[in-house]
């Protein structure tokens, strides 16, 4: 996901169900790791996303004001 985030390129959400859920941009991606092991391993990641509805085909990008996925 970092990989694609701010690129612009727009991509299929799909959820575990097999849903489709249109087409969005990752903007950008947050990470919080928490509770470690000895060895600094996190045994715990969070991921915050920012994501844009690319909307249909005309390009247009509208904003999603959502919380933790």
């Not at 470690?36 to 045994?43: I, K, N, Q, S, Y």
């Not at 996303?49 to 933790?68: E, H, I, N, Q, R």
Request: proline share 4%.
């Amino acid at each position: 996901m970092r990989l694609r985030a701010g690129n612009g390129l727009p991509m299929m959400m799909v959820d575990g169900l097999g849903w489709v859920w249109k087409r969005w941009v990752i903007m950008r991606v947050e990470e919080h790791k928490s509770y470690f092991l000895r060895d600094g391993a996190p045994r715990k990641i969070e991921f915050s996303l920012a994501l844009k509805s690319y909307g249909p085909d005309t390009g247009s990008l509208a904003s999603f004001t959502g919380g933790l996925l």
